[in-house]
């Protein structure tokens, strides 16, 4: 795939709260914690399209972090996970 979505919640997510150096669940957490639950859901929808792999890795490269992929393998399988971490909250 050539272009992708563009992923302006994603985007919120990691200069807010994903660049803290605290990792990715509990700034996950954080972000459910003081963000509206229109926001959250927003964030799943644009993470749900990445868990299909509706993405541009080099824009995602940028915007999500090499590290980020390199960490999980794929940056479908960072969405998956940061799904699972939202779906799991017990706020």
């Known amino acids: 795939m050539t272009e992708g979505p563009i992923y302006s919640r994603i985007n919120y997510w990691v200069q807010n709260?994903?660049?803290s150096?605290?990792?990715?669940q509990k700034a996950?957490?954080?972000?459910?914690?003081c963000?509206?639950?229109?926001a959250v859901r927003l964030l799943r929808f644009e993470l749900e399209l990445?868990?299909?792999?509706?993405?541009?890795q080099?824009?995602?490269?940028?915007?999500?972090?090499?590290k980020r992929?390199?960490?999980h393998e794929s940056y479908d399988a960072w969405a998956k996970l940061m799904l699972q971490w939202i779906a799991g909250y017990k706020g």
């Open 58 to 66: 080099d824009s995602l490269d940028h915007l999500v972090g090499v």
């Open 69 to 71: 992929r390199v960490k």
């Open 17 to 19: 709260y994903g660049l």
């Open 21 to 24: 150096g605290i990792p990715d």
């Open 50 to 56: 990445l868990a299909q792999g509706k993405f541009n």
């Open 28 to 33: 996950v957490e954080n972000f459910i914690e």
């Open 35 to 38: 963000e509206t639950t229109e």
